[in-house]
């Protein structure tokens, strides 16, 4: 191995970050080298140690999952912040600023204002959303309604006429999405093609909602409110275009801006928002009601068993029973929880895995031992515990941190219990959203405007593409006497 020096130093106690990260920067000057974001990058979602930069040509593997800027307790790695981008919107009048907020943002913003973990602030965040500026503000749940809709459909297609595309892996995560392109892409085929809910409720925004209210789309500026740094990047990806393509108008994005939990807290502090005071108000109509299913997409197991209720219906045409609608077995925060689903005279094996470094032993267990047929449908979330645990939530103390996401998860799935609809088929509005615009799942516009696609980016690893920690040399397990070619 020939000599290199990279120009990232203290590898062995940092991760490396590049300038040019749309999710994640990295202040040197905070830095204290205390590893606590290397080991979080390294074992908890096992990217860093598992490529080497001189493979690389010095160029960071990130998956902008944002896990090392929710453990830094120095500031020293932070989420992009786009708020700024966002104030100038609101006061260009120009622009109608549209919100959409994900399930689990309602969760945990209470948090950074002294209330409990898991503090149920839906409200309240819709009600802050607006004295900030906004002209309307949707629920992302909404959007999860529709990826149901679709991603369901997809498993009851691939179950009777492409069993070769089985399992099917959730493809939501953003994150998730950029590891399985970088590391591994024979798994490609097996991502469903459906968008995440944001990337789904975005380019409807721009169109049929547009449409509908008669504003130019070209005005519209569209934000996301997420748990998630991943989101920012997703929103960038060329394929995220398909309102520009609907109005033909090429420079159009279908989300314009994503700003994080943490940002938005911290916004509303700097505006001098009384928080625990403000009135609880609704979302606004069109997007603004949605299925319990929806509302536990934010916890890992939740995309899984909403998908599960909504593939009942298709395949029996009825409501799932009762008994079938809680699937507890996939609920809870361990990283790989297994069941088997019965599914007509069928028995459908059924994955639910959150962490990155449990999601690489699971296919590589997967793959020795031939398993990949033994799975009809695998739900992947890349931070630990799914978007309750993104890497912009709160912050917590880390003695914490299961406590707070274990509250975040049973919030949701409390709220869910109290919703009168609890399975995507089942919401009104996705219903008239068909009937008015979309035909119905999988349709051609369905299709263009829901569904997207995936590349193989494992060149980015260069020719060094199977490192692991103890051939990476700036990894702490690295073994001297191993050869890297």
Same mark, same amino acid.
């Given at each position: ?26 202040? #040197? ?17 096992? #990217? ?104 369901? &459909? ?96 090429? &420079? ?8 994080? %939990? ?47 209720? %909504? ?24 990283? #790989? ?71 975040? &998860? ?37 299709? &263009? ?24 040399? %700036? ?11």
């Amino acid at each position: 191995m020939s000599d290199f020096e990279s120009r990232f130093k203290e590898l062995n106690r940092r991760v490396a970050i590049d300038e040019h990260n749309a999710s994640v920067h990295f202040d #040197v000057e905070k830095c204290k080298n205390c590893t606590m974001c290397r080991r979080q990058c390294a074992s908890t979602m096992s #990217v860093t140690d598992y490529y080497y930069l001189q493979s690389t040509g010095d160029v960071p593997i990130c998956v902008h999952c944002g896990q090392c800027s929710a453990i830094c307790p120095f500031g020293a790695t932070t989420a992009v912040s786009s708020v700024e981008d966002v104030k100038a919107a609101i006061a260009d009048k120009n622009y109608t600023v549209i919100f959409q907020t994900a399930p689990a943002v309602r969760v945990s913003l209470g948090e950074s204002f002294g209330m409990p973990f898991g503090t149920f602030v839906e409200g309240k965040m819709v009600a802050a959303l607006r004295a900030l500026g906004a002209d309307y503000v949707f629920d992302t749940c909404t959007g999860a309604d529709l990826t149901i809709m679709e991603e369901a &459909s997809e498993l009851v297609h691939r179950l009777e006429y492409e069993k070769d595309l089985l399992p099917q892996f959730t493809s939501c995560c953003p994150a998730w999405v950029e590891f399985a392109e970088i590391f591994f892409p024979e798994m490609i085929p097996h991502l469903s093609t459906s968008k995440s809910p944001i990337s789904m409720l975005a380019p409807m925004i721009k169109t049929y909602f547009a449409k509908n209210k008669q504003i130019d789309p070209s005005k519209i500026v569209s934000v996301c409110v997420t748990p998630c740094t991943a989101k920012k990047t997703e929103i960038l990806r060329p394929e995220m275009n398909a309102s520009a393509q609907f109005w033909d108008i090429p &420079s159009m994005r279908d989300t314009d801006l994503c700003i994080t %939990t943490r940002e938005l807290a911290n916004w509303i502090k700097e505006s001098g928002i009384d928080f625990a005071s403000l009135q609880e108000e609704a979302y606004d109509d069109v997007f603004g009601k949605a299925s319990g299913s929806g509302i536990i997409f934010g916890s890992t197991g939740g995309v899984m068993e909403s998908a599960l209720r %909504t593939a009942y219906y298709l395949k029996n045409g009825e409501t799932a029973p009762a008994d079938f609608m809680e699937f507890k077995p996939i609920r809870g925060l361990n990283g #790989v929880k297994e069941a088997e689903v019965p599914y007509g005279n069928k028995i459908l094996h059924v994955a639910a895995v959150n962490g990155l470094s449990n999601v690489r032993l699971f296919i590589h267990e997967m793959e020795e031992d031939i398993m990949l047929g033994h799975y009809s449908f695998i739900e992947v979330m890349a931070c630990p515990g799914g978007c309750i645990g993104g890497g912009g939530q709160p912050h917590t103390k880390l003695p914490q941190t299961n406590a707070a996401k274990q509250s975040r &998860s049973d919030s949701l799935y409390k709220r869910d219990l109290e919703c009168s609809i609890r399975s995507s088929w089942q919401n009104p509005d996705i219903k008239k959203l068909y009937s008015e615009f979309l035909m119905s799942p999988l349709s051609p516009i369905a299709e &263009s405007m829901l569904h997207t696609s995936f590349k193989n980016k494992h060149y980015r690893l260069g020719s060094m593409d199977d490192i692991t920690p103890q051939t990476c040399p %700036t990894s702490p397990q690295y073994k001297e006497d191993t050869i890297i070619k």
